[in-house]
C-alpha cells in the first residue's frame, strides 16, 4: 500500500507485480505515471493512480545496484539505479516532452534530483448514457464518431452507458457486442444499463439484470444503477448498499448510481456505489448543489465520486468550468425531452478539449516539476485554445524563447 517500504529481489518484484494485476478489476488498469517521489529518501516509491473513481495502489522499490525492470526486463524500458527513466525515446507525458531529466549522484543523495508529479489520471471524465442502437457498427456514424474523438482525447476518461433492452435483455445482441469490442478497443469503458426503480424493482430481480449482463456480454465493465433513491430510508441504503457489493463481488467495476439529484451523505458513507450521479436535469446546476456543503451533504466525500447530466443546454464553458471542478464524470447535449440521451452530444468535442491534460489551461497545475530540470533541447508544450505546439528554451541570460514546432 501507500507509504508501505517493501525490500523486494527480482523474483518477488514480477511474483508482486503479477499479483497487483490481477487484483485491480479490469476499469482500474492502465493509468500509469508515480505521483510522487520522496526527496532524499532511497525508496523509490511506485504509486498509481487509478481511474475514476481514485483509489491508491502501489509498492515502493529500493534501488540496490541492480536494474529493476518496469512491466518488462527490456533494458529499452527500465528503472536505472540512479533514478533515470530510461525510455527507448523522450519521455512523453499527455503530449508534453522532457527529452532529459537530471538523476542524483547515488540512491539517496537528492542534490540534483527532479520528477514529476503528473496527475493526468485525476482529470474528470466523459459518462454518456449511449442509447444509439449500434447498428452497423462498423460504418455508425455516431459511434464512429465517439471511437474517433476518444482516440484523440486518450487521455480523458470516457464511459459509455449501453441499455439494449431496459437492460440487457434476455438475449445476446450481436450488434451490442460488438460495438462493446469496438468502443473497448478506444479505451472507453463500459457499463451496464440496470433500472431499480426506486427499490420498487424486487432486489432478485435487479441481480439477476447483473447476472445477466456478464452472461450476455461478459465484456461489460460495470453497472449503472438507475433510478437510485436519494432519501434518508435506511431500508432503501441497504438495498443499494448490498446491490453494489453484489456487482462488485461479480467484478464489475465501477458502479455508478443515479438518483439524479443531491443525494445525502448516507449514501456515501455506505458505498452504495462508486459514483452518484447528483444532477440529472435541463438546467445547469447551481454552485452550492454542486457543493452539497449542507448538513447530512457530501462535501466531505472526493469530487470523483459525484458526476452530473446536463441536457437541452447548449454549450456554456463558464458554466462546464464549474461542473467539472466538482464532479468526476460529467456530460452535456442540446438534445431534449423526452429521450435526451438517443443521440450523440454536439459538444462532446468541446468538453473533451477542455478536460484533456495536454489542452486544458490547468495543466500547469496538473503537471508539477520538482527539482532541477535538465532539457537541453528545451519543452515542447501544446497550446491551451488550440492544436498549435512550441518548443520553449531558457538561453543563459535567463531569456525564455519559444518556437513553433509540429506536435509530438
Not at 525492470?69 to 519521455?91: E, F, K, Q, S
Not at 464518431?145 to 445476446?172: C, E, R, S, W
Not at 439524479?260 to 447551481?286: C, K, M, Q, R
Not at 532539457?375 to 515542447?380: L, Q, V, Y
Request: hydrophobic share 40%; net charge negative.
Amino acid at each position: 500500500m501507500k507509504g508501505s517500504k517493501l525490500t523486494v529481489g527480482l523474483f518477488g518484484l514480477v511474483l508482486l507485480a503479477v499479483l497487483i494485476a490481477a487484483q485491480v478489476p479490469r476499469w482500474a488498469r492502465g493509468a500509469s505515471a508515480p505521483e510522487t517521489a520522496e526527496g532524499g529518501d532511497p525508496w523509490v516509491p511506485l504509486v498509481y493512480r487509478l481511474s475514476p473513481p481514485g483509489v491508491a495502489v502501489g509498492t515502493n522499490m529500493y534501488s540496490d545496484g541492480t536494474n529493476v525492470g518496469i512491466a518488462t526486463t527490456a533494458p529499452a524500458a527500465r528503472l536505472d539505479v540512479n533514478g533515470t527513466a530510461r525510455i527507448g525515446g523522450p519521455l512523453n507525458m499527455s503530449g508534453q516532452q522532457v527529452n532529459d531529466v537530471a538523476a542524483p549522484a547515488a540512491p539517496g543523495d537528492a542534490s540534483n534530483q527532479a520528477y514529476v508529479a503528473n496527475r493526468v489520471a485525476e482529470t474528470t471524465g466523459i459518462l454518456i448514457p449511449m442509447y444509439v442502437y449500434p447498428a452497423n457498427i462498423f460504418t455508425n456514424p455516431v459511434y464512429n464518431q465517439l471511437i474517433a474523438l476518444k482516440k484523440t482525447y486518450h487521455d480523458v476518461p470516457v464511459y459509455a452507458i449501453l441499455n439494449p433492452a431496459n437492460g440487457p435483455g434476455a438475449v445476446a445482441d450481436g450488434n451490442y457486442t460488438a460495438a462493446i469490442e469496438r468502443l473497448h478497443g478506444a479505451g472507453i469503458f463500459i457499463l451496464g444499463y440496470v433500472s431499480t426503480a426506486y427499490t420498487a424493482r424486487p432486489y432478485a430481480t435487479v441481480t439477476a439484470d447483473v447476472d445477466a449482463w456478464q452472461t450476455l456480454y461478459p465484456d461489460v465493465d460495470g453497472i449503472f444503477f438507475d433510478e437510485m433513491t436519494n432519501d434518508n430510508n435506511q431500508g432503501h441504503v441497504n438495498y443499494y448498499q448490498g446491490l453494489n457489493n453484489y456487482a462488485h463481488a461479480a467484478g464489475l467495476y465501477p458502479t455508478v448510481g443515479n438518483p439524479g439529484a443531491g443525494t445525502l451523505e448516507i449514501y456515501f458513507s455506505s458505498n452504495t456505489a462508486d459514483v452518484i450521479v447528483i444532477h440529472e436535469n435541463s438546467s445547469w446546476p447551481t454552485e452550492a448543489d454542486l457543493k452539497g456543503d449542507y448538513d447530512g451533504g457530501y462535501a466531505d466525500y472526493h469530487y470523483r465520486q459525484r458526476a452530473g447530466l446536463v441536457y437541452a443546454q447548449g454549450m456554456d464553458t463558464a458554466q462546464f468550468q464549474v461542473l467539472r471542478h466538482y464532479l468526476g464524470l460529467v456530460y452535456v447535449t442540446d438534445d431534449t425531452l423526452p429521450n435526451p440521451w438517443d443521440t450523440l452530444s454536439p459538444h462532446l468535442e468541446t468538453t473533451l478539449r477542455l478536460l484533456s491534460v495536454s489542452d486544458s489551461a490547468e495543466f500547469a497545475q496538473d503537471v508539477v516539476v520538482h527539482g532541477d530540470l535538465s532539457a537541453a533541447g528545451g519543452i515542447i508544450l501544446q497550446a491551451a485554445d488550440g492544436p498549435n505546439c512550441f518548443r520553449l528554451v531558457v538561453d543563459n541570460a535567463g531569456t525564455l524563447n519559444t518556437t513553433p514546432v509540429s506536435c509530438p
